[in-house]
């Protein structure tokens, strides 16, 4: 059975910049789209990033299309989220997610990590 572990959040100010890990365990994810969302208090979670089994698809939200980077590395399976030039509006908390396709829904995806916070102060 898949399990995802993200890792990497914390505190900064904005302008700033973290880097979130996501380490699946149990099984391979070599085949699997994968994604991360997030969750502001009081919002619905939010589609951020996903990419591909391949890494040749990946497609990013609107509000952080050119500041975050999503990757991945197969053999280590883990997946990657760089967030540069962090917002206070980018405070929320982040999960990481494992389907089929590389989608933008949560519909597309069956497993899910327990989230890792992540707070920008202005």
């Known amino acids: 059975q898949l399990e995802l572990v993200e890792s990497g959040g914390g505190s900064v100010q904005a302008g700033g910049s973290l880097r979130l890990q996501c380490a699946a365990a149990g099984r391979t994810i070599r085949t699997s789209g994968m994604a991360w969302f997030r969750q502001a208090p009081g919002k619905e979670r939010e589609f951020v990033a996903t990419?591909?089994?391949?890494?040749?698809?990946?497609i990013y939200g609107d509000s952080v299309r050119g500041r975050f980077t999503i990757s991945r590395d197969n053999a280590k399976n883990t997946m990657y989220l760089q967030m540069n030039s962090l917002k206070p509006e980018d405070t929320a908390v982040y999960y990481c997610a494992a389907g089929f396709l590389p989608v933008t829904s949560r519909e597309g995806y069956n497993v899910w990590g327990q989230g890792t916070q992540v707070t920008v102060s202005s």
């Open positions: 990419i591909g089994w391949s890494s040749i698809v990946t």
